[in-house]
Every structure is written in structure tokens, then in C-alpha cells.
């Protein structure tokens, strides 16, 4: 089973040397994302609301390119530079996604790309 490169302009380019997602079958593995405007490759501006939001747009955008939608993310991981941040992404994912929820992890990290607070890959069932 060959594999298939997924990459759309409605999300930042990648910044460094992986695609933006690769499907493998019916499986989507989407790279992880932060808060970048595709447009301008800088973080958006605003709090941490702003960089979760931008994060799901951007996923959003690789899910589309890739045949599917967010409710077809059977598994999300959510990187943060500061745990107490993780009501936030609770709030905003709710606004997103509906039930049934995918599996999920949050992992506390040190430090995220170009300074993002938050970061998030998913894999993505078709």
C-alpha cells in the first residue's frame, strides 16, 4: 500500500522537513500543528483562545485536504507550555468537535516552535 503526501494552502507550509500529513490507507496521520496564520506564517495575535482556535482551523484545513473533517480525528494530541491552560482547550474543542470525542492526550512541554503555547497532531480515520 503506497502512501499519499497531503498538502493544502489553507494551512501554514511546513516549516522544517515533514509533510503536512500523509495517509496511509484509510489513515491520516496530520502533522503537528501550531497557531500559524497560513497567509503570513507568523502566530496570531490575541491570548491563548486565539492560538487554540488557529490550531483547529489548521487542522481543520489538512483534514478537508485530505477527504475528511474533524469528526473523523479518532486520536489528538495536545502539546502545552503551561498545563493550566488545558480548561482553555477544553472550552474551544468543545466548539469543535462533537460526541463521540476522539482519544486524546495532553502532554506539558517545555517549549513549542516559533514560541506557540500550544501545539496539536492528529491521526484522522476515512
Known sequence: MSREIIHTDQAPAAIGTYSQAVRHGNLVFLSGQIPLDPPSMELVSGGFEDQVRRVFDN????????????ADIVK???????????????????????????????????????GAQVEMDAILAL
Open 59 to 70: 487542522l481543520q484545513a489538512v483534514c478537508q485536504a485530505s477527504g475528511g473533517q474533524l
Open 76 to 114: 489528538l494530541t495536545v502539546y502545552l507550555t503551561d498545563m493550566g491552560h488545558f480548561p482553555v482547550v477544553n472550552a474551544v474543542m468543545g466548539e469543535y468537535f462533537s460526541e463521540p470525542y476522539p482519544a486524546r492526550a495532553a502532554v506539558g512541554v517545555a517549549a513549542l516552535p516559533k
